[in-house]
């Protein structure tokens, strides 16, 4: 091997750990917002527990679907 060859396999290493972890942080941040939807749709939940709710008929009708 050439030290032109030894010096660059470490970048592309590097270059993949890097896209790896691009990744996973991405991953990381989808399941993030999913936790958060989850919790905003709980608080939801819970505060309007007991009130009356809109029917899907009407929900429809007022999106004009």
């Known amino acids: 091997m050439n030290t032109a060859a030894l010096k660059q396999k470490p970048l592309v290493d ?3 750990q890097i896209r790896r972890g691009k990744a996973v942080l ?3 941040k989808a399941a993030l917002e999913d936790l958060e939807d989850r919790r905003e749709l709980a ?3 819970k505060r309007n527990a007991g009130k009356p709710g809109t029917s899907l008929r009407d929900a429809a009708r007022e999106l004009g679907l």
């Open 43 to 45: 608080a939801a939940k």
């Open 26 to 28: 991405r991953e990381l």
């Open 14 to 16: 590097l270059d993949k």
